[in-house]
Nanobody, 121 residues
Framework: QVQLVESGGGLVQPGGSLRLSCAASGIIFGGYFMAWYRQAPGMQRELIASINSRISTNYADSVKGRFTISRDNTKNTLYLQMNDLNPEDTAVYYC???????????????WGQGTQVTVSS
């Protein structure tokens, strides 16, 4: 059974930093294209960062230059280092594996519980 467990969220002031983790089990983690999504209140879930098995990364414009996605295949864990946070980054953050369906990258597994990130003074 596949499990994705996100952690590391919390309350942080604008300009602060957080590091999120996603522990994966039940999959051969190293072979998967992995990603972080986030969902703000009243908004659709959006893909913000991805990393493939060859450690190539991509970012949404809204987080480029501030967030860094990485992975440790020996620990089956995905990370998201978030710097220079602002209130617009407030959301529940989720991880998932991705696959191509035609030209689209889509999440593969059921969503975990996510981890809440709140940026506020």
């Amino acid at each position: 059974q596949v499990q994705l467990v996100e952690s590391g969220g919390g309350l942080v002031q604008p300009g602060g930093s957080l590091r999120l983790s996603c522990a994966a089990s039940g999959i051969i983690f190293g072979g998967y294209f992995m990603a972080w999504y986030r969902q703000a209140p009243g908004m659709q879930r959006e893909l913000i960062a991805s990393i493939n098995s060859r450690i190539s990364t991509n970012y949404a414009d809204s987080v480029k230059g501030r967030f860094t996605i990485s992975r440790d295949n020996t620990k089956n864990t995905l990370y998201l280092q978030m710097n220079d946070l602002n209130p617009e980054d407030t959301a529940v953050y989720y991880c998932n594996a991705l696959r191509y369906v035609g030209d689209n990258l889509l999440p593969i597994f059921n969503w975990g519980q996510g981890t809440q990130v709140t940026v506020s003074s």
